[in-house]
């Protein structure tokens, strides 16, 4: 059943690539049927793994290397279970949402087979048990959202997003590479199983620890998009809405978090690679929510937010809060992958993506209204939604390392910037909320979109969505609000965290609740214009995201162009002339040796009695 889980997915791809437009439902249709079932049998499962289950395997069989096997396997456990019914749930709704959203589109028999491609890798990712396999499912994931990114590709920013987020994940990529190596020669084996009974057994040095972990954080922080390799996942919001919702929820970017928990007995082998995980996880938590904050368009609020919650995670997981990371890391994709399915019904609605061109859209879209507004309130980590005790969980983590734990110092360090960025968070979703739903409408008729994800036009009357788009919707947002029930047990699918820090809780509250108050009085005395505004001239700076891709241009990618034309113009000028040199004095040394062994024998005599008389001379001379 677990290799089903895989292969289903893989045949719904086939089929939709051969049914093509010849028979336009048999696409949506295997899509769905074929993600509906891998999530039946996730969920059979994940019931026979949660709780005190022992983990299940499939194989391992051995591929010889000549060094150390590779050993081929597929192993389940509580961990892959609840991530397997997270990521087939929402690749589910996803596919149910695009078969109204991307109605009519040319090339949605492609985009079906490669959502579903791109669920068999995460899938793959989750389930393998030997690190070559995981790295099939991990570059696979990374080619699928190339086209899926590029769906519009007659878009620019489409074009642009796809090769920018593939360039850099291939980057952290090739670090990933290496410390598969690395860590499989230092346990001496690449089954994921074998590296964590190594690393507990003490097989594993320090050193090796550091080396191989750091190599592989490459990897996660280019997949998560954390810094310094984030900037890619904002400027892939050209890309259907589903798509962003299925990349950010549950599948790619949460896969990097996947691993590091996976693989946490080898990083806890390492103080510097856990200190450098801090590290990545508070700049990134504060820097992509400040960013978040003066963004002008909604996807690109949510992904700057997604950036910022994939940091809580990482922060949790480099205080060893494994429990807690893997809580919010759940709660994230249920009320992430809400807010984007909600903010695909706000564009169908109006056309675009631009807050500047929404507003008053409450009364004519309710449900999304609604629904989208428990997402925002989950995110913000307003009490009693699962956001507020998934947050908790990893801010408690923080509390007790700080104040009893081995890792003190950075416990402080993820402690208040966990806290600074729960006050941001709640005011940069207040904002996006104030400004789609409250207010006056901004938006104009007729207008061109600004490459809103179909190219649409801006409708003269918004309008609800239908319901195959708002049946995602609603599904979604019960667990946003009973998953807090959940959370709250003991042993919650098999998780040990305490979601509860009182002290932890009431100060995070509070700061949530300020923020929210003070962006609603920014709002209400603008007479219901951008809270933004009062950033002043620190507005242009978080607008502009910091300049961070201008200093990569400047410090990066051009020295780096002039480095590759200094060696093209030292081929082109010195190695190629020389080469060409080399060829062609042999060539005419050749044609002097055929020249002389031509079989003439007037010839040989002739240059017999001229070598004796130069001979000769040589001779007389030299006398």
């Known amino acids: 059943m677990t290799l089903g889980i895989v292969l289903l997915p893989v045949i719904g791809a086939v089929v939709a690539m051969l049914a093509g437009h010849r028979r336009e439902r048999i696409a949506p249709l295997a899509g769905v049927v074929t993600t509906a079932a891998s999530l039946g049998a996730a969920l059979v499962i994940g019931f026979g793994h949660w709780g005190d289950a022992a983990a299940s395997a499939l194989g391992p069989y051995e591929i010889s290397t000549g060094g150390t096997p ?26 149910v949402y695009s078969v109204s959203y991307l109605r009519g589109d040319p090339r949605y028999p492609t985009y079906t087979a490669l959502v579903c491609l791109f669920t068999a890798a995460m899938s793959l990712v989750v389930v393998s048990d030997d690190l070559f396999v995981l790295l099939v499912g991990w570059e696979v994931m990374g080619v699928c959202s190339y086209f899926l990114i590029s769906h519009h590709w007659e878009l620019e920013p489409a074009r642009e997003g796809a090769v920018k987020a593939f360039v850099m994940t291939r980057l952290g990529d090739i670090g990933f590479l290496f410390g598969i190596f690395v860590i499989g020669e230092a346990a001496g084996t690449y089954q994921i199983s074998g590296v964590i009974t190594a690393a507990e057994a003490g097989s594993i040095t320090s050193g090796e620890a550091t080396i191989s972990t750091l190599l592989l954080l490459c990897g996660v922080v280019g997949k998560s998009a954390q810094f310094p390799l984030h900037s890619w996942l904002p400027d892939a919001m050209p890309g259907p809405t589903p798509i962003s919702a299925l990349i950010h929820a549950a599948t790619m970017v949460a896969a990097g978090v996947y691993l590091v928990a996976r693989l946490l007995p080898v990083y806890v082998l390492s103080d510097v690679a856990m200190a450098v995980l801090s590290g990545i996880a508070v700049i990134t938590m504060l820097g992509s929510a400040l960013m978040a904050l003066a963004a002008d368009d909604l996807k690109r609020v949510l992904a700057w937010s997604t950036v910022s919650q994939l940091a809580y995670m990482f922060a949790a997981l480099s205080l060893a809060g494994y429990g807690a990371a893997i809580l919010h890391l759940l709660s994230h994709g249920a009320f992430k992958a809400l807010l984007f399915l909600a903010a695909g019904s706000v564009i169908h609605a109006v056309g675009t993506q631009r807050l500047g061109q929404m507003g008053g859209l409450r009364a004519a879209l309710p449900i ?33 390392q700080a104040m009893h734990g081995e890792y003190a110092v950075r416990g402080w360090l993820v402690l208040v910037a966990g806290l600074l960025g729960a006050a941001l968070t709640a005011a940069y979703s207040t904002r996006a909320w104030l400004l789609v739903f409250l207010g006056p409408r901004r938006g104009s008729t007729a207008e061109p979109s600004d490459g809103a994800d179909n190219g649409r036009i801006v409708a003269a009357e918004p309008h609800e969505s239908p319901w195959l788009m708002l049946g995602p919707l609603v ?80 410090v990066i990618l051009r020295p780096s162009r002039f480095s590759a034309l200094a060696v093209a113009a030292n081929e082109s000028s010195i190695v190629e002339p020389y080469v060409q040199g080399a060829d062609t004095a042999t060539q005419w040394s050749a044609r002097l040796l055929r020249w002389l062994h031509d079989g003439n024998l007037q010839r040989y005599v002739t240059t017999v009695v001229l070598g004796a008389v130069a001979l000769a001379v040589v001779i007389g001379l030299a006398q």
């Open 70 to 95: 590779i050993l081929v396997g597929l192993r389940v456990d509580q961990l892959s279970a609840s991530m397997l019914v997270l990521a087939t749930a929402v690749a589910l709704l996803v596919q």
């Open 368 to 400: 999304t209204f609604t629904t989208m507004t428990i997402g925002f309130a989950a995110l913000a980590g307003v009490p009693p939604l699962v956001g507020f005790f998934s947050k908790d969980a990893v801010l408690g983590v923080a509390y007790e």
């Open 475 to 554: 599904l979604l947002a019960i667990p946003c609000l009973v998953g807090s029930w959940a959370v709250l047990r003991p042993g919650f699918l098999g998780i040990e965290a305490d979601p509860l820090h009182l002290p932890v809780a009431l100060i995070s509250l509070g700061l949530a609740l300020g923020a929210i108050a003070a962006t609603v009085f920014a709002w209400w005395q603008l007479g219901a214009a951008d809270p933004a505004v009062r950033l002043g001239k620190f507005r242009q700076v978080l607008a502009g995201e910091f300049h961070y891709d201008a200093l990569v241009e400047r």
